[in-house]
């Protein structure tokens, strides 16, 4: 660190967000471009190096935080992308979209605000580009050896690049018609401008990667005859069988899942189509779920011009500080986060909800009612206590043209065939049962990601891509030099 006392005399600033007003006008990314690199060297400094920097285990990659705030707060800006290259592939998408559990688990979190550790992992990534730090790493020699990598999420993306490095064939094989999982068509604009995913892709093109677009591995090629045509399979599919909810109404026009709406209004901004079929514009939109998939529903919605937003959350309000009894430092507290979507909410006349951020909290539905017509036109609910016990007297009825449902998945899609053409042993959760080597129980077929441990976030998804090569690697040549990042991967999800 280039001050030993940067922590005492620079307080938290994090890169600022356009004005609201300004910027659900646009699809544009939510941060003050520019704005980020002017403050990021003093944010830096803030690093105390710490003897055991809990930052480091926090992060599922093993980012080497303290090296690279060192090297930022001395402006070393190519050693600094050196470092974290070294430990991840993309950190241009989680420097924007991570949770950054990092940040939780600072030493300067216990009693004061974290170093800004995701702002500055993406000052790294973004300087990088600029300056040309990020070129193709083609291998020096092929091994012969050939791997299809099935999805194209920040799974497949991960473990095609480390086993195309390390001199393997890779071909990666995905069913939509462009590249990316759910950074493509689920995650809107707004948090992530898709340029930094093309960017990416024309690096591993260059690199030697195969991409096969609009190809449902298990209905256009069939996943048996793949696995014999290549050395080894890695199926990277994601767990992208959503949660129904089952009450009554569900079959009413206007119900929609999340992932059946967000897709729409990505492919507005590809150029695809010019009016998302299924867009908010003039209606009053619930949203069923208090996730970041629910946020991410609310702010397109609050984009498109919705009447009305509010997004329902079973659970109870959670505090603004973190419970030092049940959840004590290094943990990720679940504690109240204003995201940007729900600062945008109050740019509408969120009339049903309370909040001025669009939510209510402890809200269970119980039914949905329409109109003549089968439509969708409003929502009842109920206050529910912490063990979701309905409390009697608190029914509520919220106006509703468009429900966005936003309940989560529970596994990797069964209706391509894929699992079934390979005999894939399954989980109970559901999901696709490998062992601690990622191997299923189908020889040379491996499985990472969130097709196998469930739900769970770009951060994993890219540790998992990166051990899952190191394995495969391991697997075709009897030993690997990949990295393979720290911790085990049979340990809960912490965030
Ligand atoms: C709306 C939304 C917002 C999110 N926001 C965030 C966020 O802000 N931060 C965060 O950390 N996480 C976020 N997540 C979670 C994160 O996106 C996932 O954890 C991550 O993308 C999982 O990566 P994956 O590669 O395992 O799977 P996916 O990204 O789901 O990719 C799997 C790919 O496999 C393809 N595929 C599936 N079956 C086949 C087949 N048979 N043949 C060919 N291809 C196939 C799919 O089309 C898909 O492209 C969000 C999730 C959603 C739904
Ligand atoms: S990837 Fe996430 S947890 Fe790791 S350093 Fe970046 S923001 Fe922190």
């Known amino acids: 660190m280039a001050d030993p006392k940067g922590f005492l005399s620079t307080p938290r600033r994090e890169w600022p967000r356009r004005p609201v007003g ?17 403050i990021i060297s003093k944010q830096a400094d803030r690093c105390m190096d710490c003897g055991i920097p809990f930052c ?8 080497l935080i ?10 070393d800006w190519r050693a600094a992308s050196d470092r974290l290259h070294a430990t991840n592939n993309f950190p241009e998408f989680t420097g924007r979209l991570c949770p950054a559990p990092c940040e939780a688990g600072c030493v300067l979190a216990i009693n004061q605000p974290a170093v800004t550790i995701k702002n500055v992992e993406c000052a790294i990534a973004d300087r990088a580009w600029e300056e040309g730090f990020v070129e193709p790493r083609p291998p020096e020699r092929l091994s012969d050896r050939t791997v299809a990598v099935i999805g194209s999420g920040p799974t497949g993306l991960a473990a095609a690049q ?21 950074m493509r068509y689920g995650i809107p604009e707004f948090k992530m401008e898709k340029h930094h995913l093309d960017r990416r892709l024309e690096q591993m093109r260059a690199e030697g990667t195969r991409f096969r677009t609009s190809t449902v591995v298990g209905r256009d090629i069939d996943a048996a005859e793949l696995r014999a045509r290549y050395d080894v399979v890695v199926i990277a599919t994601g767990a992208t069988a959503w949660r129904e909810l089952d009450v009554p109404g569900r079959e009413l ?8 709406y967000l897709p729409p209004a990505n492919r507005v901004r590809e150029g695809d189509i010019e009016v998302s079929p299924l867009s908010a514009a003039g209606r009053h939109v619930v949203i069923v779920g208090g996730g970041d998939t629910g946020a991410d529903c609310l702010g397109t919605a609050v984009r498109q011009g919705a009447a009305s937003v509010t997004q329902l959350d079973i659970y109870a309000q959670p505090g603004t500080e973190r419970d030092d009894d049940t959840e004590p430092w ?6 109240y986060r204003l995201s940007a979507a729900h600062e945008e909410a109050a ?5 049903p909800a309370a909040d001025a951020d669009a939510r209510l909290f402890a ?17 009842h609910l109920v206050e529910v206590d912490a063990r979701r016990r309905p409390l009697p007297g608190t029914e509520r009825t919220l106006p509703a043209d468009l429900v966005l449902l936003a309940l989560g998945f529970s596994g990797p899609d069964r209706h391509d065939g894929l699992i079934d053409q390979l005999g894939i042993e399954l989980t109970p959760r559901g999901t696709i049962a490998r062992d601690a080597g990622f191997a299923t129980n189908v020889p040379g077929v491996f499985a990472a990601g969130d097709a196998a441990r469930g739900q769970s976030l770009i951060v994993w998804a890219i540790a998992e891509g990166r051990a899952v090569a190191a394995a495969v690697d391991r697997h075709l040549t009897g030993r690997s030099e990949l990295p393979t990042p720290i911790g085990p991967y049979d340990r809960p999800m912490t965030v």
């Open 253 to 260: 026009a206007g119900v929609h899942q999340a992932m059946e």
């Open 56 to 63: 480091h285990q926090a992060c599922p990659l093993g980012n």
């Open 363 to 379: 809200a269970s539905t119980l039914r949905f009612s329409g109109d003549a017509d089968g439509h969708v036109r409003a929502l």
């Open 330 to 335: 290094p943990t990720y507290p679940k504690i």
């Open 162 to 182: 480390q086993l195309t490095r390390a001199g393997h064939t890779v071909a990666v094989y995905e069913r939509d018609d462009r590249l990316g999982g759910l």
């Open 347 to 351: 740019t509408l006349r969120t009339a």
């Open 66 to 75: 303290p090296e690279w705030n060192d090297l930022v707060s001395r402006e």
């Open 22 to 38: 300004e910027r659900v006008r646009d699809w544009n990314e939510v941060y003050v471009p520019g704005a980020l690199l002017p």
